[in-house]
């Protein structure tokens, strides 16, 4: 801990916001591209029969997958507004200086739209766990 | 802390094939061509239109017209009679499967220190990609609201 280029703050990038937006990112980014592939798969069933096609999307009226299902949400809605911050740093002249006051207008963004997606999307759910 | 500084160079592009990209800049000089370049250009370019486009079909599966649960056979049979709506899952499906595929590369080159692995994960990669995209785009422009079952 005693290099120079260490102050007490420790680095300007590892394991600070810089970094671990870029985790994020990362992380969405992959599950995001698996789920794609799901998808692209589940939805190619509206070939094989309507019936065949409603049995299964019903599957995510189950509690469980459903709560996944935000989950999904939530990594999509990172990942785009990260990503159009990762843009904004990189086109942006004072991108850089404001990178870290741009996570937090990220998360915000994030936060609101999470809560208006809630309730359209867990209805089911809701209903079943409390009687709403 | 440690002191230990790397001076292997970034796994992107490919050093091989790089080669045959001779710099003007004089003899013996290599350069990796665009390729990166296009690449990096084409992430930004891509998220931008994916912002919309996926977005967009989140509102609409998930919070217009009664949320998710009126997603089933009828509703996807309403929304593919229109032109629009199949150009705009078209645009969606190809931008965000090369935009994720192109991704995935770069997670491997970072990750896979061998050469075989990384041929071998990014052959897989490709495949995927490309039976994926075959079939979403078949389904888009072959569906039959008609069919039986
Ligand atoms: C919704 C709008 C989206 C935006 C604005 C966006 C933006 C970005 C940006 C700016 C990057 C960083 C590229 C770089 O570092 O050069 C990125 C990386 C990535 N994106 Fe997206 N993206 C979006 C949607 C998607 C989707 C739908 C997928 C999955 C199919 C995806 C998968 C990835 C992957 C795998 C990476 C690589 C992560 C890494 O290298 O650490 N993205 N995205």
Redesign the pocket.
């Known amino acids: 801990m005693a290099s120079g280029a260490q102050g007490a703050k420790g680095t300007l990038y590892r394991g600070r916001e810089g970094m671990w937006s870029?985790v994020a990112?990362?992380v969405t980014?992959?599950l995001?591209?698996f789920f794609?592939f799901a998808h692209v798969l589940d939805t190619a069933l509206v070939r094989v029969s309507p019936h065949t096609y409603n049995q299964v999307i019903g599957t995510y009226k189950n509690p469980v997958v459903n709560l996944l299902e935000v989950g999904l949400v939530g990594a999509?809605m990172f990942?785009?507004f990260n990503?159009?911050r990762?843009?904004a740093v990189d086109f942006w002249s004072k991108g850089p200086k404001y990178q870290r006051q741009l996570l937090w207008v990220v998360v915000g963004l994030w936060a609101v739209l999470m809560l208006g997606f809630l309730e359209p999307m867990m209805q089911h759910t809701f209903h079943e766990w409390f009687g709403w | 802390m440690s002191t230990h500084v790397s001076l292997e160079p970034p796994r992107t592009g490919n050093p091989g094939r790089s080669q045959r990209y001779r710099s003007r800049k004089g003899p013996g000089k290599v350069t990796r061509g665009n390729f990166e370049l296009y690449s990096?250009l084409f992430?930004?370019a891509s998220?931008?239109l994916?912002?919309f486009l996926?977005?967009g079909h989140l509102f609409i599966m998930m919070v217009t017209d009664g949320g998710v649960e009126k997603i089933g056979f009828a509703f996807v049979a309403g929304r593919w009679a229109s032109p629009w709506w199949q150009f705009w899952d078209l645009m969606q499906l190809w931008l965000?499967?090369i935009?994720?595929t192109n991704?995935?590369r770069?997670?491997i080159n970072d990750y896979a220190d061998k050469d075989r692995t990384r041929a071998i994960l990014k052959g897989l990669l490709y495949t995927a990609a490309v039976l994926t995209v075959a079939l979403g785009t078949l389904v888009i422009f072959t569906f039959d609201p008609s069919i039986k079952g």
């Open positions: 870029w990112q990362r980014g992959v995001l591209f794609l999509v990942h785009a990503g159009l990762i843009i | 990096w992430m930004r998220g931008v994916l912002v996926v977005l965000a499967m935009h994720g991704g995935m770069t997670v």
